[in-house]
């Protein structure tokens, strides 16, 4: 096969369908030194048949989806207001606000008073708590209103491999952790009463979350869960 300038680099060999075959036929009759059969290089190939996805088809089934989609119209929208968890969750991000801004002003003190070099325990305590509140203070709301969303959407039972389900599951392993900020909060600040309030609140909330979604766990990640 002989090479064209500028040509070959994007040539497919697919001569058939190419508009520059009969230039090309004409190159290579000129570098061998023979004549060119017209009908080699000229003639019309014909069109390959184009297969019709859509005649494969199982138009009957679009009747099972409109009958689908009118039951899920019926159903209605999902309205939070109707949810008692979220409106013991509205309580618990309401103390989540207090006591985020009680340890600021706290670590705020307490880090006025430490030096250069040395840090108390109370300042590490107050430090830690308020980078994790920073963290996750508009992190749960969302994903409590896709879970119970989801809940909603799917009439009840949740898909276990599903963003719903892993919503759930998310907030709960937010909500344990958090246990182990208030306790530590608490030692730290045993007369603060908002502390006391929102331990109270946060355990009511973390029942409710268990009750509501109970196969929250059954949820993985792959490479990351260990259950």
Same mark, same amino acid.
């Given at each position: 096969m002989f090479r064209i300038a500028s040509i070959h680099h994007y040539c497919n060999r697919w001569c058939a369908r190419c508009s520059l075959k009969?230039?090309?036929g004409f190159y290579q009759a000129k570098e061998q030194g023979t004549s060119i059969e017209a009908q080699q290089w000229s003639e019309n190939i014909p069109e390959p048949k184009v297969k019709n996805e859509f005649q494969e088809l199982d138009f009957s089934k679009l009747d099972q989806l409109e009958e689908a989609l009118l039951k899920k119209e019926g159903q209605g929208d999902f309205? #939070? +207001?109707q949810s008692n968890l979220l409106s013991i969750y509205d309580q @618990?991000? +309401?103390y989540y606000g207090q006591v985020l801004t009680f340890v600021n002003q706290e @670590?705020?003190?307490?880090k006025a008073k430490q030096s250069a070099y040395v840090e108390g325990s109370r300042f590490f305590i107050l430090w830690n708590a308020r980078e994790f509140l920073l963290h996750y203070r508009n992190y749960v709301g969302p994903k409590l209103h896709r879970a119970l969303g989801g809940l909603f959407d799917a009439g009840g039972e949740? #898909?276990?491999q599903s963003d719903w389900n892993g919503s759930a599951k998310a907030i709960l392993l937010v909500l344990k952790d958090l246990e182990l900020i208030i306790e530590k909060? !608490? !030692?730290q600040f045993s007369e603060n009463q908002v502390l006391k309030t929102w331990q109270i609140c946060h355990h009511d909330f973390k029942l409710q979350m268990e009750a509501t979604f109970p196969k929250h766990t059954h949820f993985i990640r792959p490479g990351f869960d260990q259950f």
């Open positions: 009969t230039m090309c309205d #939070p +207001n @618990w991000q +309401n @670590w705020e003190l307490e949740i #898909p276990l909060l !608490i !030692i």
